[in-house]
Each structure stands twice: as structure tokens, then as C-alpha cells.
T-cell receptor
Framework: GNSVTQMEGPVTLSEEAFLTINCTYT??????LFWYVQYPGEGLQLLLK?????DKGSNKGFEATYRKETTSFHLEKGSVQVSDSAVYFC???????????FGTGTRLTVIP | GEEVAQTPKHLVRGEGQKAKLYCAPI?????VFWYQQVLKNEFKFLIS????????ETGMPKERFSAKCLPNSPCSLEIQATKLEDSAVYFC?????????????FGDGTRLSIL
């Protein structure tokens, strides 16, 4: 079946620190992978995506590479800001499935 | 519109009452999805539509939950005889197609509180 396993957190970092949030997946077909971000009191916003193996998605300084050999899609950012404080969700869509499968979310708090 | 619009933002109901939530998808998007976000951020897929037709309802609790997407109207999710366990944030999302590489665009959610 389809599932996403995500680093639980919470994660607390100082401003300008390096961020990694781990995400691994299982899928039966040829999935696309997504990172969504949820700021306090808001809905989910698409942060980045990758649609095939070795693709790198990037946006706002965040990056994630679709690694088929390790079934991973880890989120990274070189220097976090206070404004990056949010909950981050890894998700996949798969051929033959009609909905997104989400990880449990990782709360990131960045302190000045 | 350019965004998925969900109303109301917050809905409070007494146990046993009816709750109705609305979602206007992005103009031009053919697919609408409803998700329930419960404690600890878990997302549960409820139902999806292709235009006004139910596409996948495998996640819907059959007895009390119903949903519609009628032409020229916002989509709706209705819960009859609400229970405490229905308290959650309900998200609507829309996408242009069901292609695997098409992202779903989410609204801000409706927080349903059952007292």
C-alpha cells in the first residue's frame, strides 16, 4: 500500500541553523512526492514537489530530492528563519490512487 | 477564484446537531477533495469529486456524512447527528486533473467543534 513516514519532532532550531526533516515512503506505483507547509491558523500550502526519481524540488530556500533507491524525500534548508516556523507535511500521490497520503507532520520552531 | 475558499472558518455545534461546511474550488479545477485533520495532525481522506460526480468515497463514514458538488454552487460536506469525535479541521482541496504530478491546492479549513 501507500504510506509516508515522517520524522516526528517537534524540532527547535536557532535562526540560521541547518534544517533536515526526514521523510520516507512506500508506494505501489510511480508516485509524485510533495512537501506542504501549514503556518499557524492557516491551511496547507504547497512548498515543493518532485514527480520522478532524482528530481529535486526547491522553493524559498527549501530543497528535497526524490530518491527512489532509498524511498526518501528529505526536506532541507541551509539557513532557517523565524518565519519558517510551521508544521511541515510530506505527502505522496500514486498511480491508481485518488488522494494524497500524508505523513504525520513535523512542527518546526525557529528561535531568534 | 484563484484560491480554494472554505466557509465558515469555525463552526460550533452541540452534539446531535447538523453541521454543513462549504468549499469553492479554484476556477477551472475539475477535482475536489475533502480531508479531515484530527489530533496529532493526522489527515484522513474522506471523498473526492470529478466535477459534480463522486469519484472516490472510500473514506466517508457512510451513516452520517454526505457531500455534494452541484453545478454553479460551492461543494458541501454535511454531517448529520454530530458526535464529539467529529471535532476536527476539515480541509477542502482542488486540482486541475487527477494526474499523479498535479498538486492539490488546499483551503484554510473549517474548524468544527462539537460540544
Amino acid at each position: 500500500g501507500n504510506s509516508v513516514t515522517q520524522m516526528e519532532g517537534p524540532v527547535t532550531l536557532s535562526e540560521e541553523a541547518f534544517l533536515t526533516i526526514n521523510c520516507t515512503y512506500t508506494a505501489t506505483g510511480y508516485p509524485s512526492l510533495f512537501w506542504y507547509v501549514q503556518y499557524p491558523g492557516e491551511g496547507l500550502q504547497l512548498l515543493l514537489k518532485a514527480t520522478k526519481a532524482d528530481d529535486k524540488g526547491s522553493n524559498k530556500g527549501f530543497e528535497a530530492t526524490y530518491r527512489k533507491e532509498t524511498t526518501s524525500f528529505h526536506l532541507e534548508k541551509g539557513s532557517v528563519q523565524v518565519s519558517d516556523s510551521a508544521v511541515y507535511f510530506c505527502a505522496l500521490s500514486d498511480t491508481g490512487a485518488n488522494n494524497l497520503f500524508f505523513g504525520t507532520g513535523t512542527r518546526l520552531t525557529v528561535i531568534p | 477564484g484563484e484560491e480554494v475558499a472554505q466557509t465558515p472558518k469555525h463552526l460550533v455545534r452541540g452534539e446531535g446537531q447538523k453541521a454543513k461546511l462549504y468549499c469553492a474550488p479554484i476556477k477551472g479545477h475539475s477535482y475536489v477533495f475533502w480531508y479531515q485533520q484530527v489530533l496529532k495532525n493526522e489527515f484522513k481522506f474522506l471523498i473526492s469529486f470529478q466535477n459534480e460526480n463522486v469519484f472516490d468515497e472510500t473514506g466517508m463514514p457512510k451513516e452520517r456524512f454526505s457531500a455534494k458538488c452541484l453545478p454553479n454552487s460551492p461543494c458541501s460536506l454535511e454531517i448529520q447527528a454530530t458526535k464529539l469525535e467529529d471535532s476536527a479541521v476539515y480541509f477542502c482541496a482542488s486540482s486541475q486533473s487527477r494526474a499523479v504530478n498535479q498538486p492539490q491546492h488546499f483551503g484554510d479549513g473549517t474548524r468544527l467543534s462539537i460540544l
